[in-house]
């Protein structure tokens, strides 16, 4: 099956591109990044970063402290579908339901990023991704999990047959491209009652040889949405895909 397959109703919930950067940037001047795009993306929020710690003094008494600190700005389009955040340690870029296709998708992402880095000025580039979480709605009723997923939990026979529900996380080494994948895989509440809901969400990044100017940025950028449509289709079985057409 190719990477390229497209799909009438992907079951695409959600779809972000990440680039994690080094700056020296304050979290008040990322705001910059916003300006003029009031109109497009109308509501900002503060993003802060929280930590605590547990003191315990001679007597055994525990004192807890908390405390939190600006990393930047959320902003959201007026119909709630695009995000995108400015933060010192990177920019992220994610859309919502209904995903329309990776060339509008990642115009709008590059777009954006360019605002932000001309703002925060990197001096490097420390990890980047994409990442895309799908909902995949199996009719009832069902005999296997197997007849949709190609990877999914595999139950010993000396087990009850049937799942309430389950958690899976796979890490794999996509060496060809010097980047690694991840596969999370959960039961969710079902979308209908006539249906099994199950997410799939895929995470392909790099964190080594990392680009070095825009262009190789960019291409990828681009290598890892295709990686990305790669082990989907791996994932998935033809009576799957017969669900998205």
Partial sequence: MTSDQHYPNAPITEAVVDIQVATVATADALEQAHAGEEASYPVIEKLNTATGAMVFGPEAHAVATASSEPVGYLCRSSDRIQIFQARTNGYTFSRLARYPHWGVFSAEARRLWDKYRAVAKPTAITRVAVRYVNRIDIPLPLKSF????????????????????????????????????????????????????????????????????????????????????????????????????
């Fill in 146 to 245: 197997g007849d949709y997923l190609r990877t999914a939990p595999q139950l010993s026979p000396d087990l009850p047959e049937g799942l309430s529900g389950y958690f899976m996380q796979l890490m794999i080494p996509l060496t060809n491209i010097k980047c690694n994948g991840i596969i999370n895989q959960t039961l969710i509440e079902p979308a209908k009652t006539d249906v099994v809901s199950v997410v799939l969400d895929i995470d392909i990044f790099r964190t080594e040889d990392l680009p070095g100017n825009e262009a190789q940025l960019w291409e990828l950028l681009e290598q890892l949405r295709q990686a990305k449509n790669t082990v989907f289709e791996a994932c998935i079985t033809d009576q799957a895909r017969r669900l998205f057409t």
